[in-house]
């Protein structure tokens, strides 16, 4: 297909992230975060001071968002509102409201359109946790990246740390399990692997490995 598809889903902190952005940049792709339009909405929603669980509100917030995804001396910044909220967004606090936010069917459908835009040629690596199931079934590869939830509380405490944010391992352990049992328990869309996806666990490998492996797959396919 001339704008083939690359779906990379996961837990958070299996490395999607990171393999997404090291695949799209080596084929010369574009690159879905997805992660972050639910990020953005959720902090735009607590900036206005909206309920989490005001499915409307959330829904009209997450439609008329103001974002802008901008290249700035060779670093990606995130743009809300006219704001730079590149880490902002990344905070346990904003991941957390996300992962209500993520919950409501509203607030998915309003973002559905704005996630199938990103589609263009020459491809597309699209990272989350229904890009295979929900947002591209199409996809040419489908690709599941897991690791245990204490290989990957344990890398988020160092990306925090390397980035100087306190922050506490025990606690980040309870998060992560806390948001994967949202993320996979709830009624639409949950974090599962698509039927034809191929499942990778990233808990000993490094992200080379990762990225060598799955772009193996995708010259089998192409
Ligand atoms: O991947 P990231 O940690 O940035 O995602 C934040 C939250 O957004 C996740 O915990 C999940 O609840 C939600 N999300 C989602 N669907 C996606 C991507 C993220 O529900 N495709």
Redesign the pocket.
Known sequence: SAMPVLTV?GP?GAG??TVSRLIAERLGWHLL???????LTALAALKHGLALDDDMALASCAETLDVAFVAQDGDARIMLEGEDVTGDIRTEAV?DA??QV??LPRV?DALLTRQRDFRAAPGLVA?????GTV?FPQAELKIYLTASAEERARRRHEQLLNAGVDANLASLLEEIKA?DA??MQRAV?P?KPADDAVLLDSTSLAIPDVVERIERLLSERG
Request: hydrophobic share 30%.
């Open positions: 889903d958070g999607k992230g975060d997805s992660g972050a339009l639910y990020r991941g996300a992962s993520a919950s998915r990272d989350g946790r229904d890009m947002v948001r949202r993320d869309a974090l």
